[in-house]
């Protein structure tokens, strides 16, 4: 019989045997996760020989849901994940512009999952834009719930559209064209600080060298550049003793073991992550700047075929592959679920399970070494042979 996670204290309480809600996703999402769940289980089999064992207990979203229950997101769903507390999910179709809202968002709000977590690692034989991708190694913080992503936008021509254009024409004299679409952005201290403080937190319990806060306050001042204040106004508050700024460190002071505090303005933060990136370590970034990053650092590594990602919150998170529904290879057990894989690996790992973890990265990189990989791989490494989703997990599990 399972049981339920439980947080106390700040931390997680994790039973023998965890009941553990999933979504399979839609689109590639039932390959991927049937191929996923397998991993899992034969690596915490391995981990725990027997002591341990994952009840995963299946809840609806996106089109099953909706061709089951009428709903994309049903409530029952929500207070499954809301009642176990950590969840892992597929990825779910999202309808463009109206219609509803993006599932996923949806998820991150209500359950006040506010820090988006995406590690971006090479694996070796994983092919590379990159001359030297090992190099790359880092964790990125996005801010999850504000910021432009935070849902308060208004269509072009409507009546809040032009009551907004109107009132702050009236009251502050901001001109706007008129007939414009209006989107806000609020950035809280509140929201930054709590993003930054887990990104300092992860960065000591791991060991990491650096957190840097990138944002664009140069134009930006009040939202962005506020990220930036309070970020660095929150670690020296919160953990004076066990960081230092990289100003100090320029002024000679020793770091003595500390985490270094940095900043970097987003568009050069492009530009560094690509020609310096072994200066990087923990990267915290409002939602926007963290949406483009997370991306374009997986890129680097070899794509979003391998790139995992965990939204945590106090005391609940729901783990997920960062690529979409890849509809048109649905059901033909083709595609790569090491992103799903690797997000499991990080829930196993928040949740203390590190052998498991350990155990689930060894397999992967075991199987892409010995060059028996899923089509996006094969078709750029060199005497690769392509094997089916299926086929990847079986070769993963041997190397578990
Ligand atoms: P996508 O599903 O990520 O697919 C884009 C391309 O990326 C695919 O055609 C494929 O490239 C490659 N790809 C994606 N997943 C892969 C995997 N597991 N293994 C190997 N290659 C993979 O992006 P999209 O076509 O823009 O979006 C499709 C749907 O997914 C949309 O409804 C979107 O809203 C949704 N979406 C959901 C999430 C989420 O739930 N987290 C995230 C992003 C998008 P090739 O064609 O080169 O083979």
């Known amino acids: 019989m399972g049981e339920r996670i439980d947080f106390r204290d700040g931390r997680w309480v994790v039973p023998d045997h965890p009941i553990i809600p999933f979504i399979e996703g839609d689109g590639t999402g039932p390959d991927i996760w049937r191929a996923a769940r397998r991993v899992f289980d034969a690596a915490v089999d391995k981990a725990a020989r027997g002591k341990r064992r994952v009840e995963w207990l299946e809840v609806l979203a996106g089109e099953k849901a909706f061709k089951q229950t009428g709903s994309w997101l049903p409530d029952a769903t929500l207070d499954s994940i809301r009642a176990h507390r950590v969840a892992i999910k597929g990825p779910l179709t999202t309808p463009v512009g109206g219609g509803i809202r993006s599932l996923n968002v949806t998820l991150r709000q209500l359950l006040d999952l506010y820090a988006c977590i995406r590690p971006v690692r090479y694996f070796e034989g994983v092919p590379s834009p990159m001359r030297e991708p090992q190099r790359l190694d880092v964790v990125i913080f996005r801010e999850n719930i504000e910021d432009v992503y935070s849902g308060v936008e208004y269509r072009a021509g409507s009546g809040e559209a032009d009551a907004l254009i ?38 000591l319990r791991a060991g990491r060298r650096s957190v840097t806060l990138v944002h664009k306050g140069n ?8 990220f930036r204040e309070w970020g660095y106004e929150v670690a020296k508050e919160r953990f004076g003793d066990k960081t230092i700024t990289e100003d100090e460190t320029g002024k000679g002071k020793a770091e003595n073991g500390k985490v270094i505090m940095k900043d970097r303005i987003t568009d050069a933060m492009f530009a560094q992550l690509v020609l310096r990136p072994d200066e990087y370590s923990v990267i915290a970034a409002p939602n926007l700047n963290g949406d483009l990053l997370s991306d374009a650092a997986a890129a680097q590594v070899g794509g979003l075929g391998l790139a995992p990602g965990g939204n945590v919150g106090d005391g609940y998170a729901v783990f997920e592959a960062t690529h979409g529904t890849a509809p048109k290879y649905a059901g033909l057990d083709k595609v790569n679920p090491g992103s ?61």
Do not use: C, N
């Open 219 to 226: 134009i930006m001042k009040f939202t962005e550049g506020g």
């Open 340 to 400: 799903v894989i690797l997000s499991g690996a990080m829930m196993f790992e928040e949740l203390g399970w590190t052998d498991v973890a350990e155990a689930i990265v060894r397999g992967l990189g075991g199987a892409i070494r010995s060059r028996r990989v899923t089509y996006d791989l094969a078709r750029q490494m060199a005497g690769a042979t392509e094997v089916s989703t299926s086929q990847f997990a079986a070769g993963i599990i041997e190397h578990v």
């Open 166 to 203: 109107g009132f702050l024409a009236e009251r502050f004299g901001a001109k706007i064209r008129p007939g414009s679409a209006i989107g806000i952005k609020p950035m809280s201290k509140f929201g930054s600080q709590r993003l930054v403080v887990k990104a300092i937190q992860y960065a």
